[in-house]
DNA sequence: TTAAATAGTACTAGAATAGTCCTCAATTAT
DNA sequence: ATAATTGAGGACTATTCTAGTACTATTTAA
């Protein structure tokens, strides 16, 4: 569930290469035969990050990509909405009326403080700390987790 | 970005409406006209939340669905896993000797982490929750919430 | 026994994604 | 100047996924 695209994927990869040894600039080519993704479609995918200023692009020759900000600067949050669009679960968007009519709907309004909660937690990650090293046996993060919606209602 | 199926919002949609009257059976054409979902569509996703233990569903005349346990004690985190599968950001799943080729692959284990901070957060919020009218006004909780992957590398 | 209701499964149409390709524009090096 | 290199932009296609439907079997109450 809660899928991101492949290309949201790629995306990552793409990035964290790049943030691995930074002020460089990168062909298109160069990632592609780095990364092991086909051209055409990284191509797309870095057209995507300039478009959302994630990256920033030079033409010609000599030219390429390099990161618009330090890795630190880059959420993930903003790579996912270049590549996805708006951070949303629920497109409730399908016409009000048919909201109204039904009878679940009071809901929404729930659902985008869910919405909410998962963006600002997506955002507090950065390109930096993809790039740094795993430690899956350091669980003492899980006592941080937090339980946003239901403080609503204290 | 993120998306959840249409099925998982009717799903909670679904399930609101159900445990605002509690202790209650249903029928799914009863659900079906007054949710304003096509019955067949209903009969799928009842049939996914019986799987998942989050439904009990009594055959025969007289037979319909009740929720397996209240609002309370109801994640959304069980909804959403009910009718999407396990929860997980990517798909990173494609042939590890995919990723070890390709430069990126140490962030595998940091989406992980993100994974299981969304888990979390989602597995906070209960139907009850969803349930409760909605106070978009107060923003207060937004100062809660955590930067539960950056706090790892402290 | 009959009617009401769910279980299970298979199928279809439509939409969204992923991926590719082609032409234009810009910059550098010769 | 001119050629080579590199990105920009858009159009297009095939494939996968989702939503939605339909049909048959099974169970239970009256």
């Not at 290469?17 to 592609?32: S, V």
């Not at 900000?69 to 959420?75: A, F, H, L, N, Q």
């Not at 909201?99 to 955002?123: D, F, P």
């Not at 795993?134 to 239901?150: C, F, G, H, N, Y």
């Amino acid at each position: 569930m809660l899928r991101l695209s492949k290309l949201t994927d790629y995306a990552t990869v793409i990035l964290s290469f790049m943030a691995r040894d930074n002020a460089q600039m990168h062909a298109a080519m160069e990632i592609a035969s780095i990364t092991g993704i086909a051209l055409p479609t990284v191509s797309k995918i870095l057209k995507l990050l300039v478009n959302a200023k994630i990256l920033i692009s030079t033409r010609g020759a000599k030219g390429g990509y390099e990161l618009a900000r330090t890795p630190t600067e880059i959420s993930i949050a903003a790579v996912i909405s270049a590549l996805e669009g708006p951070i949303a679960l629920t497109e409730c968007s399908i016409s009000q009326q048919g909201c109204e009519q039904a009878s679940g709907c009071e809901i929404r309004g729930n659902w985008n403080l869910i919405n909410q909660t998962i963006h600002n937690a997506l955002e507090s990650v950065t390109l930096a700390d993809m790039i740094r090293p795993t430690r899956s046996q350091d669980l003492a993060w899980k006592q941080e987790v937090l339980i946003p919606v239901a403080s609503l209602y204290r």
